[in-house]
């Protein structure tokens, strides 16, 4: 089953963002593989940042 057209995220929490997900060796293997990235409140559910 293949879906050309579908784009996948990596959704994480915010405040996991806002750490692993700032330090330099991750922000190198994002850029390396193009993640696409959405932070959310885990809370509310609410989507706070999505990186392209």
Do not use: C, G
């Amino acid at each position: 089953m293949t879906e050309p057209d579908r784009i996948l995220y990596l959704a994480v929490p915010i405040d996991i963002f806002n750490t692993f997900f700032q330090e330099r060796f991750t922000q190198a293997a994002i850029s390396h593989y193009a993640l696409k990235i959405i932070a959310y409140k885990p809370n509310t559910e609410e989507i706070i940042e999505w990186k392209n």
